[in-house]
């Protein structure tokens, strides 16, 4: 399965308590996630960060990579890590391919543009902007089932879209202006 959005911000922005440090990325990440993390023994949790950290650096430097790489970065050097790994991805894609069409292609699409996010190595923005602008045009095209079946995979995702500075971004989304920064703080 194609890398998770959720994944890459949970490992671009994983604090030392498992949590996401702003709304975007709050926003990706679903509950079961958090507590896959927070559930690990402490020796697992450092293994499991000093894993984020190379990936991090893979994505910082530009190279594509993967929620299976993450797992099989695993694989060798920490291998009682990589089996829970293994299971968590096994768990994450049986619970996504049991969504409707319209939620696996939203996820689908951020997935895609996560890519272009490090294309050079460095955040792009101006195609980070664009992202948080299609998420919110994206989710309000949905119906109301297929809405709350995204809200339920990502909970958060509403706190995002009721936010005021996100909203202030949806009227005029042209780039990442001080509204989709405060949204990031």
């Not at 490090?118 to 955040?123: K, P, R």
């Amino acid at each position: 399965m194609i890398l998770f959005t959720s994944t890459v911000f949970l490992l671009l922005c994983l604090s030392v308590n498992g949590r996401p440090e702003n709304l975007v990325a709050k926003a990706f990440l679903n509950e079961d996630q958090v507590h896959f993390y927070k559930a690990l023994p402490a020796h697992d949790r450092q293994e499991y960060d000093a894993i984020a950290e190379e990936f991090r650096n893979l994505i910082g430097a530009g190279i594509e990579v993967q929620f299976k790489d993450f797992v099989n970065m695993a694989r060798f050097k920490y291998p009682d890590l990589y089996e829970k790994l293994a299971q968590r991805q096994k768990e994450m894609e049986d619970k996504e391919n049991a969504l409707p069409e319209s939620v696996k292609k939203f996820i689908k699409d951020r997935r895609e543009e996560v890519k272009s996010w490090f294309a050079n190595g460095v955040l792009d923005e101006k195609a980070f902007a664009r992202s948080a602008s299609l998420t919110g045009s994206q989710i309000a095209a949905m119906d109301e089932p297929d809405r709350a079946a995204l809200f339920d995979y990502y909970p958060h995702m509403q706190e995002l879209l009721e936010n005021p500075h996100f909203k202030a971004f949806m009227t005029k989304p042209d780039g990442l202006n001080d509204e989709l920064l405060a949204v990031l703080e």
